[in-house]
T-cell receptor, first 117, second 110 residues
Framework: DTAVSQTPKYLVTQMGNDKSIKCEQN?????MYWYKQDSKKFLKIMFS???????INETVPNRFSPKSPDKAHLNLHINSLELGDSAVYFC????????????????FGAGSRLTVL | QQPVQSPQAVILREGEDAVINCSSS?????VHWYRQKHGEAPVFLMI?????EQKGHEKISASFNEKKQQSSLYLTASQLSYSGTYFC???????????FGPGTRLSVLP
């Protein structure tokens, strides 16, 4: 059983299109995250939800909109895709309360590689 | 504030040892270590919370200095399976964001 699963694994699309990436976790964790990993391997947090509530929203263009229908799911919708959006997007989850604990251990999904042409 | 990792990259032969360092200009609440193999997701290795703490197994262990500004990851008698990018992640204060370092690419050759 996959603990954190993301779909699709690969996404190739044209500039200007809209796309979504879905994430589900079956660990019973109450916090979920989206990370972006660029070509230089930098891992940067984009969003975090705790029990469907947005708790971290880093400086990310408004074209990116996360949605959490329940605490096991966190989706990422991207409008008007740009070349610079090409990256690997990782979903992650952790056990932890509403506050951003420094001891939360992240479990990552396998990643979704987005290529914008 | 992103922690600093050194070295950026290291190449080893099987059986050799390596040390990866992670440092911050401010005292930290915690340090986390993750390993990411090529084409895969990062995987948690360990977390250190206390100054002076050492933790881990014989082959992969980590320390956190007394001032809580530096952590080191020790890889002993490296194996091919150790190859990957090692990230430290730090939290400055409880309740603040967790920030990954830029990573250290480790290559173990036969």
């Amino acid at each position: 059983d996959t603990a954190v699963s993301q779909t699709p694994k690969y996404l190739v699309t044209q500039m200007g299109n809209d796309k979504s990436i879905k994430c589900e976790q079956n660990l019973g964790h109450d916090t979920m995250y989206w990370y972006k990993q660029d070509s230089k391997k930098f891992l940067k947090i984009m969003f975090s939800y705790n029990n469907k509530e947005l708790i971290i929203n880093e400086t990310v263009p408004n074209r990116f909109s996360p949605k959490s229908p329940d605490k096991a799911h966190l989706n990422l919708h991207i409008n008007s895709l740009e070349l610079g959006d090409s990256a690997v997007y990782f979903c992650a989850s952790s056990q932890g309360g509403r506050r951003r604990s420094g001891a939360n251990v992240l479990t990552f999904g396998a990643g979704s590689r987005l290529t914008v042409l | 504030q992103q922690p600093v990792q050194s070295p950026q990259a290291v190449i080893l032969r099987e059986g050799e040892d390596a040390v990866i360092n992670c440092s911050s200009s401010k005292a930290l609440y915690s340090v986390h270590w993750y390993r990411q193999k090529h084409g895969e997701a990062p995987v948690f290795l360990m977390i250190l919370l206390k100054g002076g703490e050492q933790k881990g197994h014989e082959k992969i262990s980590a320390s956190f200095n007394e001032k809580k500004q530096q952590s080191s990851l020790y890889l002993t008698a490296s194996q091919l399976s150790y190859s990957g990018t090692y990230f430290c992640g730090t939290v400055i204060n409880y309740g603040q964001n967790f920030v990954f370092g830029p990573g250290t690419r480790l290559s173990v050759l036969p």
